[in-house]
C-alpha cells in the first residue's frame, strides 16, 4: 500500500498542477448564476475525504427533469484558501441528461480536521466558492463539535429562513439534516388550507421527472443554498421524498390504482434523491456511519426502506416481533456500532421518535388536528404507529442491548414531529423515573411544517399548551415539548455533556424572519438525562 503522504506530494507535484493552471488564471469573482443555478454543497466528511456536489446548466434546454442537453465535463478544485492561491486537489467529472446534468465527486487527500474551499468551473463558468470541512482523524482528542440540526423543511409551507440563520453562525463543523427536506404534494395539497410559495412541477411528484424538477425547485432557495455553500452536511430521508408514511412495499399517500407502481415510483424517487443531494451513491443503502475522533460517533438511519407496513393505532401488532422499522440488518449494524464504539458520544441521526408517547385525553377540537398531524386517525388513539412506538420489538432489542451492555451517551437527534422536544429514553416508561433512562433523545422543530397552532389556525401558545401539558403529565420521561414554534437546532458535543440550543423564528412565512434561542437542554456525561440550563 502506498504512504498516503507519498501520494498526495506526487498529486500536487503533477496532475494537480496541470489542473490548476486553467482555473486560478480565470478571476473567482467570474461566477455564472446561469449555469450554476443550483449552487453547491458538500458532504459526509471523512478525515482525509469529502465528497463535493453541484449541478450545471450548460444549454438553455438543459432544465432539470428534461433530459435534454449534452454531456460534458465540469472542473472542480479545493484549495487551502478561498482566493484559491494553494490549490490541494482538482479533476475533471463528466456528466449530462442521465444524471440530470448533476455533478458528485470525492476529494481526497486532504487533511483531517481542516477547512477547504471549492468550486467548479464549466467553460468559462465559474461558480460561487462553497466551504466545507474534514472530519478529525479517527484517534483525535477533539474537545468540541457544533452541529446545526434541521428537519421537515417545506417550500409550500414557508421560506427557509432557519438556513439563514445556521449560515450566517461561520462557526458549523457540520449540519444533520433528519428528514424530509422536500416534500412530495402538489400545490395547495399540503400544509392545510393555505399555500405560501408553490411547487413546481405544479403537481404531486411520481415520475422521476417531477422528481428532479422538484429537488431542483428547492436548491433555488437562496437560504438552503447559503447553508449548503457554508457547512459540510449529512442528510437521511424520512417519508416525504417520496411519500407520506413510506414503508418498505408502499406509502399512505400511494393509490397504485391512479399513481402506478409503487416500486416504480420509489426507484424515481431514490434515483433523482442521489443525484440531487450531496450522499455517496451507495445503492440502495443510505445508513452509514461518521466519526469524529475519540469525541464523537454519528449513526445516520434510514427507517423508510426496511420498515414493515404500519399498523393501526391500538393495535397488539405494535409488539409483533416480525415486524420492524428498521430492518434487521441495519438494526444488527446500529447494535454492534453502539455496542463497540470507543467515541465519548454516541450519536444516533433517527428520523422518527423513539421516546414512547401515549396520547392523553385531551378536548376533540385540539385531540383531532394533534393526530392528524401525527398522522394518525382522528378518533384518537395511543401509539403513533409511524414511530418506533409502532415497532416495539425493535426498540426493546435495542434498548435492552444497551442496558445489558451498559452502554452510556447513547443520545438520538430527531425530526419528524414537526415540533420540540427533550426526553429520557427509559427502559419502561410506565415505571419511570423508578426505570432506569438508557439514552436521550432530543427533537428539532421543522424548518417550516405545519404544526398545532398553523393547523388549527389560533395564535401560537394557545391551543397548544393544554395538549403539551397533558402529554407530560402522562409521559414523566418527556422534560419538554413544544408543539407552535420552528426553526432549527444548535448541537453543542465536548467530553463533559451534550448540549442542544434550540433557535425559533419570528414568521416561518417572511424569508427575513429574525430567531431568538428558546430553550437549552443539557446531557451530562454518563447520566443518560436530559436537562434544562439557562438559554446564554
Not at 380 to 400: H, N
Not at 488 to 514: E, G, N, Q
Amino acid at each position: 500500500m502506498s504512504n498516503p503522504l507519498d501520494r498526495r506530494t506526487l498529486l500536487r507535484a503533477t496532475g494537480v498542477a496541470v489542473g490548476v493552471a486553467g482555473l486560478t488564471a480565470l478571476p473567482a469573482t467570474a461566477t455564472s448564476s446561469e449555469v450554476f443555478q443550483h449552487g453547491l454543497a458538500s458532504g459526509d466528511p471523512l478525515p482525509t475525504t469529502v465528497l463535493l456536489w453541484t449541478r450545471v446548466t450548460p444549454t438553455p434546454a438543459s432544465l432539470p427533469g428534461s433530459g435534454a442537453g449534452p454531456n460534458v465535463d465540469v472542473q472542480w478544485q479545493v484549495a487551502a484558501d478561498r482566493a484559491f492561491t494553494r490549490v490541494i486537489a482538482s479533476g475533471t467529472v463528466a456528466t449530462g441528461p442521465d444524471r440530470d446534468h448533476t455533478v458528485k465527486v470525492d476529494a481526497t487527500g486532504l487533511s483531517p480536521s481542516t477547512t477547504y474551499y471549492y468550486r467548479f468551473r464549466l467553460n468559462e463558468a465559474v461558480s460561487d466558492v462553497g466551504t466545507t470541512r474534514t472530519a478529525p482523524a479517527a484517534d483525535a482528542d477533539v474537545q468540541r463539535l457544533r452541529f446545526g440540526v434541521v428537519s421537515c423543511s417545506n417550500w409550500q409551507a414557508g421560506h427557509f429562513a432557519a438556513y439563514r440563520h445556521l449560515a450566517e453562525r461561520g462557526d458549523l463543523d457540520l449540519v444533520v439534516h433528519l428528514g424530509d427536506y422536500l416534500y412530495e404534494y402538489g400545490p395547495g395539497e399540503f400544509p392545510v388550507g393555505y399555500t405560501v410559495r408553490p411547487h413546481v412541477p405544479p403537481r404531486e411528484a411520481l415520475t422521476l421527472s417531477d422528481y428532479r424538477q422538484r429537488h431542483a425547485q428547492y436548491k433555488t432557495d437562496p437560504n438552503l443554498r447559503a447553508l449548503h455553500a457554508a457547512a459540510p452536511w449529512t442528510i437521511t430521508w424520512d417519508d416525504h421524498e417520496s411519500a407520506n408514511d413510506a414503508w418498505s412495499g408502499g406509502a399512505g399517500n400511494h393509490d397504485p390504482a391512479t399513481e402506478g407502481d409503487w416500486a416504480s415510483r420509489r426507484a424515481a424517487a431514490r434515483r433523482a434523491y442521489f443525484e440531487w443531494m450531496p450522499v455517496r451513491n451507495t445503492g440502495d443503502r443510505l445508513y452509514r456511519k461518521l466519526r469524529f475522533g475519540k469525541l464523537a460517533e454519528l449513526s445516520m438511519l434510514d427507517l423508510r426502506s426496511h420498515r414493515s407496513k404500519q399498523v393501526k393505532i391500538l393495535s397488539g401488532e405494535v409488539d409483533d416481533p416480525n415486524r420492524s422499522i428498521a430492518g434487521g440488518e441495519q438494526l444488527s449494524w446500529l447494535i454492534d456500532g453502539l455496542l463497540s464504539s470507543t467515541a465519548r458520544w454516541k450519536l444516533v441521526g433517527n428520523p422518527v421518535m423513539i421516546s414512547p408517547t401515549l396520547i392523553p385525553p385531551l378536548p376533540s377540537h385540539i385531540l383531532g388536528p394533534l393526530l392528524s398531524l401525527l398522522g394518525l386517525p382522528a378518533e384518537g388513539g395511543v401509539v403513533f404507529t409511524d414511530q418506533w412506538d409502532g415497532y416495539t420489538a425493535d426498540r426493546r432489542k435495542l434498548l435492552s442491548a444497551l442496558a445489558r451492555n451498559k452502554v452510556s451517551n447513547t443520545v438520538f437527534l430527531t425530526g419528524d414531529v414537526h415540533s420540540s422536544w427533550a426526553c429520557d429514553v427509559p427502559a419502561d416508561a410506565g415505571m419511570y423515573p423508578l426505570s432506569p433512562s438508557l439514552a436521550t433523545e432530543l427533537v428539532c422543530p421543522s424548518v417550516t411544517s405545519d404544526n398545532i397552532d398553523d393547523v388549527l389556525h389560533v395564535p401560537p401558545r394557545t391551543a397548544s399548551v393544554i395538549a403539551e401539558k397533558a402529554l407530560q403529565g402522562l409521559n414523566r420521561h418527556v422534560k419538554w415539548v413544544e408543539y407552535d414554534s420552528h426553526g432549527a437546532a444548535v448541537l453543542d458535543v465536548t467530553p463533559s455533556s451534550v448540549r442542544m440550543d434550540w433557535y425559533f423564528l419570528a414568521d416561518r412565512t417572511k424569508p427575513d424572519s429574525p430567531a431568538r434561542l428558546a430553550k437549552s437542554f443539557r446531557v451530562a456525561n454518563g447520566t443518560q438525562r436530559v436537562q434544562e440550563i439557562n438559554p446564554a
